[in-house]
């Protein structure tokens, strides 16, 4: 099991690189989207008088980033295997269903990896904060972040047929990540039926235990609540994406 | 598994399926002896698609029975599959990768020990081991389809499914396919492939034809072809007379007997059907009988 994992994982991870465009573009597109973020808001004149510094919110927007960019590569690319009817040879040529989900989550959590590298760099450069003190949770609630988006997008790919039916399940997930996970307006300010509806929001976890920690100077195990329930999330994902990978029409 | 099972290679009960409102499989039924070539012959749309993935274990019937090497194809899929090779109807492989990745990645689901030998060995007989190498977006589409048959050779399986196996192959690398099922045939092994192309169908030991997901024949194809008609015209000094007949070694004493022997019967000439216009007429019967209902 674990050799075929692996040697998925692998097969992936080499399709990647030989994909020049998709490389170069999973690799500066989150350059450029945290120079987008860090330029608009440091020239909003309102942000300042509010007392919002942004360079606070950057290490919760990097965790978005790899969260959203993870979550649509693996739905996209799974759909793909599917219509090409790669997926249905694997399955003929003796892969079972959850050696394909984990070796997906394998593949790609190496990409979300680098990912992630690369956007930490790009935030403590940008936006000037030092990581280094808490890089160990931050490395580790990103790569458990990297699974859950992962799963997610193994698990909303059974509900597409095509590359196409899968731009609806986008914003599905995107949205409302972006508005009620905590990143720009904090939960408890949200109305009640919303801070409920935030429990189903992986990264609202992660944004939770990178908050504290990075922002709020306290320790790590002092958010192991919701770090058990991300990691939690995420067994669930993979529990349900390879129940529901479809292996017979 | 019964000793009767061990002696058919494929045993298809009664099975349907159906999309929506199509029914690609209407009652099918069909039996696959070991060490054949097996055709299953029938235009676009007649379900051999349908059945061959039903076979593979990776189609769910809604209902009827599946048994192969007398497993069961759904419930016994890991088992099955082990011992059988699949070639889609679409190539089916990674682009980005060459053919030597592309194999050894599917290869490796089977734990091959000796997997760097066999890739060398049906990637020689698909002529294209000089481009292992080569990423696959720079293949023609017959190329992929030989890489998609080296694939399916890769663990030298008892039984081939080949969906479409030379669509698109140019004609003399299709002899080669041909001898190449031939000579597996002539190993043990069992070759069940579904073609549009009714030239092939003389290649294979047995046939089968399928039309709205429902056999129409299982035979071997000279026993298709005798069921063909025959032809007759009799030239006479004052004209022709043409007739056709079922069976000609009966009719034609019958046709001369008309006329006697003599000097007005010009000339005699007879036109069997071949086994492709057979084929092409059990399939408009039915389509025939079908227009006639409605």
Not at chain 2, 170 to 189: C, M, S, V
Not at chain 2, 213 to 234: A, C, S
Request: glycine residues 8%; contains cysteine; aromatic residues 8%.
């Amino acid at each position: 099991m674990i050799r075929n994992i692996n040697l998925i994982a692998i097969r992936i991870n080499r399709q990647f690189l030989r994909d020049r465009r998709f490389l170069v573009l999973s690799l500066v597109v989150p350059l450029l989207l945290m120079l987008l973020i860090k330029y608009v808001f440091e020239s909003l004149p309102g942000l300042a008088r509010l007392n919002v510094r942004i360079s606070d919110y950057s290490i919760l927007f990097a965790a978005y980033l790899v969260h959203f960019l993870a979550y649509i590569l693996s739905t996209i690319v799974l759909v793909r295997d599917r219509v090409t009817g790669t997926l249905a040879r694997m399955f003929v040529y003796g892969y079972r269903r959850r050696e394909i989900v984990l070796g997906y989550i394998a593949g790609y959590t190496t990409i979300a990896g680098v990912q992630t590298a690369l956007v930490l760099v790009l935030t403590s450069y940008l936006f000037d904060i030092n990581l280094a003190p808490d890089i160990a949770a931050i490395v580790l609630t990103v790569l458990a972040l990297a699974i859950v988006s992962v799963g997610l997008g193994v698990f909303i790919s059974n509900f597409a047929r095509n590359e196409g039916q899968v731009i609806p399940f986008i914003p599905m997930v995107v949205l409302p990540s972006a508005l009620i996970s905590g990143i720009a307006i904090p939960i408890d300010d949200l109305p009640t039926a919303l801070q409920w509806c935030s429990y189903l929001i992986p990264l609202r976890y992660a944004v939770e235990i990178l908050r504290g920690v990075v922002l709020q100077g306290e320790s790590f195990f002092g958010q192991l609540l919701p770090f058990i329930v991300l990691v939690g999330t995420g067994v669930v994902l993979l529990a349900s994406a390879s129940l529901t990978l479809r292996e017979r029409e | 598994m019964t000793v009767d099972s061990l002696e058919k290679t494929i045993e298809i009960e009664d099975l349907y399926k159906s999309y929506g409102a199509i029914r690609a499989l209407n009652g099918t039924n069909l039996t696959v002896a070991p060490a054949q070539v097996f055709g299953l012959l029938g235009p676009n749309g007649s379900g051999k698609t349908t059945l061959i993935k039903a076979i593979c274990g990776i189609l769910k019937p809604d209902r009827g029975n599946i048994r192969v090497f007398g497993l069961e194809a759904g419930h016994d899929r890991y088992a099955v599959r082990k011992r059988l090779g699949y070639m889609p109807q679409t190539p089916s492989l990674y682009d980005d990768l060459s053919p030597a990745e592309n194999l050894r990645f599917f290869g490796g689901g089977f734990h091959l020990p000796d997997l760097q030998e066999r890739l060398r060995e049906v990637l020689e007989f698909v002529q294209l081991w000089n481009r292992r190498d080569d990423p696959l977006y720079t293949f023609s589409g017959g190329m992929r389809q030989r890489i998609s048959l080296a694939c399916a050779l890769l663990h030298d399986p008892e039984l081939l499914i080949l969906d479409e196996p030379t669509a698109g192959v140019d004609p003399a690398l299709r002899q080669d396919f041909w001898e190449h099922f031939t000579e597996l045939r002539n190993r043990g092994r069992t070759i069940f492939l579904s073609t549009n192309q009714m030239d092939e169908a003389q290649r294979c030991d047995r046939i089968a034809v399928v039309m709205g997901g429902k056999m129409l024949v299982n035979e071997t194809p000279g026993t298709i072809r005798g069921r063909g008609k025959t032809r007759v015209t009799l030239e006479l000094e004052d004209g022709q007379r043409i007739e056709e007949v079922a069976d000609y070694e009966s009719a034609l004493p019958r046709l001369l007997a008309e006329y006697g022997l003599g000097s007005q019967v010009k000339r005699i000439s007879l036109k069997r059907q071949s086994l492709e216009e057979v084929i092409l007429d059990l399939i408009a019967d039915p389509q025939a009988k079908e227009r006639q209902t409605r």
